[in-house]
């Protein structure tokens, strides 16, 4: 191979690199939120991010554009927190241990029957590897998908964000801040139970889910 086929194979091994992907995201974060962030903590978030994904993640080909996908929605959470961002609709936040169950399925459940009458995260204390495969079998049964969720920490931007604070199993993880309206949903872990004890958690989050909204963002 010639010296300069050779240079040209560096050179795009460097583009692909992870820290040149997440320095080109962090770029076009930093322009998507200009005025209201800053580019060097538009980086500061989408690095921080990568790292926090990566603990857990078990294939890592993806990682930089989940990386840029959770950073985009933490800066908009931290734009939001600052009254920089509208919210033009109520803001939920559920959180429980691993992200991979019970506050996956409700946030599933809560985009499924609200709308876009609310927008909804989910995080994790201490978050998994995946979705597990029960709670992706139960929601497919109700024609709700989740194939594009991933398990995902716990970041103070989408506290201080959040209009509702829904909370399953995690203790005194998640911090708390006046004005904010914090729930605590005991559910059994649907990672300790077969498929239909699964069914059976999702069905008592659907109840739980359909009361918060007929409280938070009832129907015109």
Request: with cysteine.
């Amino acid at each position: 191979m010639s010296s300069g086929a050779v240079a040209g194979s560096r050179g795009q091994d460097a583009l692909l690199s992870p820290d040149s992907i997440l320095h080109r995201a962090a770029e076009r974060l930093a322009h998507q939120f200009r005025g209201m962030i800053g580019e060097e903590t538009a980086e500061r978030v989408v690095f921080e991010s990568y790292t926090a994904l990566g603990r857990t993640a078990r294939v890592q080909t993806h990682l930089p554009s989940l990386a840029e996908k959770f950073a985009r929605d933490r800066l908009t959470a931290l734009a939001q927190s600052k009254g920089l961002l509208a919210k033009p609709v109520p803001e939920v936040l559920f959180v429980c241990v691993q992200n991979s169950g019970r506050s996956q399925m409700a946030a599933a459940l809560t985009r499924h029957l609200a709308g876009d009458r609310v927008h909804v995260r989910s995080a994790g204390s201490q978050p998994g590897t995946e979705i597990l495969p029960a709670v992706v079998a139960v929601l497919g049964e109700l024609g709700i998908e989740v194939a594009e969720e991933f398990p995902k920490p716990l970041t103070d931007d989408v506290v201080r964000a959040a209009d509702a604070v829904v909370t399953m199993g995690c203790g005194d993880a998640c911090p708390l801040y006046p004005g904010k309206r914090y729930l605590d949903w005991h559910l059994d872990d649907p990672g300790r139970l077969d498929l239909a004890g699964v069914r059976r958690v999702r069905d008592e989050i659907r109840l739980h889910v359909e009361q918060l909204l007929s409280e938070l963002a009832p129907r015109v």
